[in-house]
């Protein structure tokens, strides 16, 4: 079995984002932004695939924040919208079947 030094190991993981939950994401950036920051401290010219996975994880770390905070708002909606009385739920209801009958492009 062959052992992987700490460069492989980064570079798998940076490979395969999507296995990964965003805490691990963001420790897995501070790593690799270490890892970087040494090239600097060297003079040496990072690798691509770092580069790169950087980027890549950059995007995801936001892409997946987002998307936390859309199922939380779209659960506060919902508790909001719960709570309302049954007098406003129907106007909104009306108000929302009004918008898309608006939009609907008539049939010839």
């Given at each position: ?69 859309q ?30 009958e ?7």
């Open positions: 079995m062959a052992m992987y030094s700490t460069a492989d190991a980064l570079r798998d993981k940076l490979r395969r984002l999507d296995a990964i939950d965003v805490d691990e994401e963001v420790f897995l950036s501070a790593q690799a932004r270490a890892f970087a920051a040494e090239y600097v401290t060297y003079g040496a010219e990072q690798p691509d695939w770092l580069t790169q996975g950087l980027i890549d994880l950059d995007r995801d770390i936001r892409s997946k924040q987002d998307a936390i905070i199922k939380r708002l779209r659960d506060l909606k919902a508790r909001r919208s719960a709570m309302l009385p049954r007098e406003d739920k129907l106007k909104n209801l009306d108000a929302e079947i009004a918008a898309l608006a939009k609907r492009h008539p049939t010839v």
